[in-house]
């Protein structure tokens, strides 16, 4: 992951991939995750998404990490909550209260710098972004650091299936199979393979798809 691309991305405001409103995914499946409202939802390089308000509003706690301070400092304002920050070496720690008191967390700096530890136990992990952002060479090592610092929590994750060359990423193809060589010993389940309407970015045909992952021991 090229961080200088993405600290320009916010600093430039040249964030084309952020949503205004929260994802339909998110909307559809998230129920199949069978969480109860007051638990813990850890959103991995999850920018300023509107998810996050959404999961809040729905009385969820939400942990987020993020590179870009900019985009969380932007989050918050959008939130109209005013953090309290503290600093952890080379990570910022961002607290606040949400509606009908749910609790955020947001981690600002590099993922591979949280450790499960400073997460703290969450009950589910949801992935928009995150996976589907990094280059081949550095998804197998964010797939193995997932399930290490969230326990092998219960995962929905969103990726897109497409003709790479005929695209550069972000966001990158990463198909089914992929996903399941990433995520060995893990229980996968696709719920949804929808077309991206228009193409993926106005270029290529593309599928939206939507896996449901869990411990293979916890399935079984």
């Not at 090229?2 to 964030?15: G, M, P, T």
């Not at 969480?35 to 308000?53: E, M, S, W």
């Not at 008191?101 to 972004?129: C, E, I, M, Q, W």
């Amino acid at each position: 992951m090229d961080a200088e691309f993405w600290h320009r991305k916010w600093h430039d405001n040249e964030i084309g991939f952020h949503m205004s409103e929260a994802n339909p995914m998110l909307l559809a499946y998230f129920h199949r995750l069978g969480l109860q409202a007051g638990q813990r939802v850890f959103l991995p390089l999850c920018g300023k998404t509107r998810d996050i308000a959404w999961l809040l509003e729905q009385g969820f706690a939400v942990v987020g990490a993020e590179l870009s301070s900019v985009a969380v400092d932007q989050l918050f304002n959008e939130l109209n909550i005013i953090p309290r920050v503290t600093e952890y070496e080379a990570l910022l720690h961002y607290q606040g209260s949400g509606p009908r008191g749910t609790k955020l967390d947001l981690f600002v700096g590099d993922v591979f710098l949280l450790s499960a530890n400073l997460l703290g136990a969450v009950d589910a992990l949801y992935d928009r972004a995150a996976l589907v952002a990094l280059p081949p060479e550095m998804r197998a090592q964010y797939a193995e650091h997932m399930l290490e610092i969230s326990n092998r929590a219960p995962q929905l994750l969103i990726t897109f299936d497409y003709d790479q060359s005929q695209l550069a990423g972000p966001p990158f193809c990463v198909n089914e199979a992929e996903v399941r060589q990433l995520y060995r010993g893990m229980s996968l389940q696709r719920l949804a393979s929808e077309p991206v309407s228009g193409g993926l970015k106005g270029v290529c045909p593309a599928q939206e798809q939507v896996f449901l992952l869990r411990s293979a021991t916890t399935s079984a």
